[in-house]
């Protein structure tokens, strides 16, 4: 499944992998919490997704490092800058299913990281 990764320092990456829980925790680098992001803040203005961004659940408690990029991807959702911020690595998939399974991430997520330039292996 097509899912795409932010860690908080490194290139964001679209992989394709078998995603299950131990897959999810060890990408986070531990407990995991969700956040439903159903619109991104572009420079063109709000554009709605519909995406799972999948953090570590602890992450403020156990001091991990602000992730910038996640932070202003879920800005909306979470009041960012203002209001919250995302600690640690995320990973980000499409909604959940209708049996609650994961899905791929959508193209339109793909999108809006591509024009913000964080897939650096498709940097010009």
């Not at 394709?16 to 439903?36: C, F, K, N, P, S």
Request: aromatic share 6%.
């Amino acid at each position: 499944m097509k899912v795409l990764r932010i860690p908080v320092a490194g290139p964001v990456e679209i992989v394709d992998v078998h995603v299950d829980l131990a897959w999810l925790q060890a990408q986070v680098g531990g407990l995991i919490e969700r956040i439903h992001v159903e619109a991104v803040l572009t420079d063109s203005g709000r554009r709605e997704v519909d995406a799972t961004v999948w953090l570590n659940e602890e992450g403020k408690i156990i001091r991990l490092p602000i992730n910038p990029r996640a932070t202003d991807f879920c800005a909306l959702t979470i009041g960012g800058w203002i209001f919250d911020v995302i600690c640690g690595d995320v990973v980000i998939v499409g909604p959940p299913g209708p049996e609650g399974e994961e899905t791929p991430v959508q193209d339109a997520v793909i999108d809006i990281v591509r024009a913000w330039g964080w897939l650096e292996s498709e940097a010009a």
